[in-house]
């Protein structure tokens, strides 16, 4: 499977809000022992959610697989308001491992609701992120995915709308997404800084860096991990052939038949073990960082697990 030079993506794997949600279901194992029930997965890649399963963690779906009054972890892609109101009336112990920039777009949301606006939130459908920002005002607010969508947009005042916008997408996806939102709603009014957050752009440069001078993306996450997803596309529309592999038994060696520069990154979610684990076999006689920019964030723990 030996390829001569890959070229390693940096910024690449977790993310400071990632760090956060998984040290807290960790730190609660450790203090509390198993179960310790989360709601969804904590992040989207199949290796974590594994590894704290084995430890006494359980996923459920929905609450009412929680018994009444145990503790459970809301994951870092937030809940709606009706599950937080769920949860307080069944006096479950919620720790809350929400980012805290999903958190921002939350109060966002309640804000341009409260002033009247129709809110349009730029997302996937059914998405757990997109799911609880809905919910924080589901009867001022509508889902957009495409220019499509946008011309199809009825609002009541077309000089009171909003937006907002998931934090893990595509920035040049999302910008012509918005540039039809702007040119049908010229009041439009959105927050004073980017809801795409600062690891899903920095990702998405490291692949257009790696992308530009490989043969080959691949790019290290789970299926279900929008951030993932997204680096995958932007290389591939770059021009550059890129796949998307849970780990390394996911690598195909047809792929690198020819192939003498692979770029390599990992999603948001995914270990940075499992990256290591590719780089060795990959067995590249050349292995170079190309570092775009430098993350320095951190986020504090809720109380319930600082100590």
């Not at 400071?16 to 904590?42: C, N, S």
């Not at 992040?43 to 996923?59: C, K, S």
């Not at 752009?201 to 043969?215: C, G, H, I, K, L």
């Amino acid at each position: 499977m030996a390829v001569p030079v890959v070229l390693l993506a940096s910024p690449r794997s977790f993310c400071a809000g990632v760090e956060r949600a998984v040290d807290i279901v960790d730190r609660l194992l450790d203090q509390r022992g198993g179960p310790i029930h989360v709601r969804k997965q904590i992040v989207h890649n199949t290796h974590v959610v594994a590894e704290l399963e084995a430890r006494g963690a359980v996923f459920v779906d929905e609450l009412d697989a929680v018994p009444d009054g145990a503790t459970v972890v809301f994951s870092a892609h937030g809940v709606s308001p009706a599950v937080r109101e769920e949860a307080e009336r069944r006096a479950l112990d919620v720790v809350d491992a929400t980012c805290p920039l999903v958190t921002k777009v939350h109060a966002e949301a309640r804000r341009y609701a409260a002033r009247g606006d129709t809110v349009v939130l730029i997302g996937h459908a059914g998405h757990e992120e997109v799911e609880g920002t809905l919910g924080e005002a589901p009867d001022r607010m509508v889902l957009v995915e495409t220019i499509a969508d946008v011309a199809a947009l009825e609002v009541p005042d077309p000089a009171r709308v909003s937006y907002l916008t998931q934090t893990t997408l595509a920035v040049d996806e999302t910008a012509e997404v918005l540039d039809a939102l702007r040119s049908r709603f010229p009041a439009l009014r959105g927050p004073s800084s980017a809801d795409i957050c600062y690891a899903t752009t920095n990702r998405q440069d490291a692949v257009r860096e790696v992308a530009r001078d490989a043969d080959l993306v691949l790019v290290v996450g789970s299926a279900n991990s929008s951030n993932s997803v997204r680096l995958v596309e932007l290389a591939r529309r770059g021009g550059v052939p890129a796949h998307l592999v849970d780990d390394v038994s996911d690598i195909d060696p047809a792929w690198l038949e020819g192939v003498r520069v692979v770029g390599l990154s990992a999603g948001a979610s995914a270990p940075p073990r499992l990256v290591d684990e590719v780089v060795e076999a990959l067995g590249a006689r050349d292995v170079e960082v190309r570092e775009t920019t430098s993350e320095t964030i951190r986020f504090t723990l809720p109380a319930a697990v600082r100590r």
